[in-house]
T-cell receptor, first 116, second 112 residues
Framework: AQTVTQSQPEMSVQEAETVTLSCTYD???????LFWYKQPPSRQMILVIR??????QNATENRFSVNFQKAAKSFSLKISDSQLGDAAMYFC?????????????FGTGTRLKVLA | NAGVTQTPKFQVLKTGQSMTLQCAQD?????MYWYRQDPGMGLRLIYY???????DKGEVPNGYNVSRLNKREFSLRLESAAPSQTSVYFC???????????FGPGTRLTVL
């Protein structure tokens, strides 16, 4: 069975600095997607970035980028120039393929605090 | 275009009471999902529906039932609520040409 592990329950970063959130996963599949979701205090789940496993190039969305290491099964999120609005829970998620229906597995989350 | 909507936003039940959480999406998505979110546990899949008329169990289905009423709506029912079902419940949907889930705003349920 696939698993997703976020080993950092909480992280802090100074405003304008860079922070990296870690995520590792376990799977025997070769075709899958990985995601980072942000959950602010409003509770809404917001997609931050996604990565296709077959693409070697790391995904980038403005200040957010990933370091995808397929062999190591690692998928970390880097936030550059951190802003107060980045403070939230961040969830790493894996999407595999099961019986024709895409099932998603989420990590336990990392709470990011941004210090002014 | 409202995306994914959930009702109610908050609910308090007594042990043994029943209720149905409603979810609807207006994006013409085939797949819909119900998750629960508990502190330190992330999101866990309760049930999902690949298409209208089909439902399948996820990781934590015990104590829940679902109905895919039509393509738009996917409801989650608690027949006899228990304190262990106190949680935040999220509905999500996914279209045929995307790998991304879109989430509703969540329902905070407390069972006393």
């Amino acid at each position: 069975a696939q698993t997703v592990t976020q080993s950092q329950p909480e992280m802090s970063v100074q405003e304008a600095e860079t922070v990296t959130l870690s995520c590792t996963y376990d799977t025997s599949e070769s075709d899958y997607y990985l995601f980072w979701y942000k959950q602010p205090p409003s509770r809404q789940m917001i997609l931050v970035i996604r990565q296709e496993a077959y693409k070697q190039q790391n995904a980038t969305e403005n200040r957010f980028s990933v370091n995808f290491q397929k062999a190591a099964k690692s998928f970390s999120l880097k936030i550059s120039d951190s802003q107060l609005g980045d403070a939230a829970m961040y969830f790493c998620a894996y999407r595999g393929f099961n019986s024709g229906t895409y099932k998603y597995i989420f990590g336990t989350g990392t709470r990011l605090k941004v210090l002014a | 275009n409202a995306g994914v909507t959930q009702t109610p936003k908050f609910q308090v039940l007594k042990t043994g009471q029943s209720m149905t959480l409603q979810c609807a999406q207006d994006m013409n998505h085939n797949s819909m999902y119900w998750y629960r979110q508990d502190p330190g546990m992330g999101l866990r899949l309760i049930y999902y529906s690949a298409s209208e008329g089909t439902t399948d169990k996820g990781e934590v289905p015990n104590g829940y039932n679902v109905s895919r009423l039509n393509k738009r709506e996917f409801s989650l029912r608690l027949e006899s609520a228990a304190p262990s079902q106190t949680s935040v419940y999220f509905c999500a949907s996914r279209g045929p040409n995307t790998d991304t889930q879109y989430f509703g705003p969540g329902t905070r349920l407390t069972v006393l």
